[in-house]
């Protein structure tokens, strides 16, 4: 199996409302905002970029607890959002809340 991890930090600006798929498992979609500076090449760049991710099951139960604009660390891997679509979306397998009233929340993919 090749790898395939992503790890992104940023804040939460955009999150569905809850739906439960046809087998019961909850699922929420959201937009992760990233703003940071690193290092290419030896030279300074800035990066903006906005992530789409899904989160199913107990992470999509926390999910709905998240207000907007809270700062957060997500952990996950990258497909197409569908078959016919070559975007690619984040599914998140790890989350966690940097600030706010969260406690975190944290589950591994099995």
Same mark, same amino acid.
């Given at each position: ?35 940071? &500076?690193?290092?290419? $090449? *030896? ?9 789409? !991710? /899904? ?25 197409? &959002?569908?078959?016919? $679509? *070559? ?9 966690? !809340? /940097? ?12």
């Amino acid at each position: 199996m090749s790898p395939n991890a992503l790890v992104i930090g940023g804040l939460l600006q955009s999150l569905s409302p809850k739906r439960v798929t046809p087998a019961g498992v909850p699922v929420v979609e959201g937009v992760i905002e990233h703003q940071s &500076r690193q290092l290419e $090449s *030896g030279l300074d760049r800035s990066v903006e970029v906005s992530v789409p !991710f /899904v989160a199913l099951g107990d992470l999509a139960q926390a999910m709905t607890a998240a207000t907007l604009g809270i700062s957060l660390e997500a952990t996950g891997f990258i497909a197409a &959002r569908s078959a016919k $679509s *070559g975007r690619l979306v984040l599914h998140v397998t790890e989350i966690r !809340f /940097v600030e706010g009233n969260q406690d975190g929340f944290q589950t591994q993919a099995s």
